[in-house]
């Protein structure tokens, strides 16, 4: 299995920005779909942005021109992008990777909480 390693997460401003990354243990992106997920407190996980083998993108409504995710083949990191943050984005933010070969993989999580 996959091993996932998520970090940036921090406390942030309204209206503020973090970039998350998610490091593979191994070289991936041609054989797995990556996602981003977050569970706020008291909440079910919820998806939150998915990049495609062939490098689609989709994203949650509630996150949509807010949010960006991205690769580095060479670095085997996803990235999330996360701008005009808002308190409702307080989460714990899990990276995931997929494949049909094989169950699904996640990492730690990371807490990103947006307060003034």
């Known amino acids: 299995q996959v091993q996932l390693v998520e970090s940036g997460g921090g406390l942030v401003q309204p209206g503020g920005s973090l970039r998350l990354s998610c490091a593979a243990s191994?070289?991936?992106?041609?054989?797995?779909?990556m996602a981003w997920y977050r569970q706020a407190p008291r909440k079910s996980r919820e998806w939150v942005a998915r990049?495609?083998?062939?490098?689609?993108?989709n994203y949650a409504d509630s996150v949509k021109g807010r949010f960006t995710i991205s690769r580095d083949y060479a670095e085997n990191t996803v990235y999330l992008r996360m701008n005009s943050l808002k308190p409702e984005d307080t989460a714990v933010y899990y990276c995931?990777?997929?494949?049909?070969?094989?169950?699904?993989?996640w990492g730690q999580g990371t807490q990103v909480t947006v307060s003034s």
């Open positions: 990049l495609a083998v062939d490098g689609t993108t």
């Open positions: 995931a990777a997929f494949s049909a070969l094989s169950s699904p993989s």
């Open positions: 191994v070289h991936i992106f041609d054989r797995y779909s």
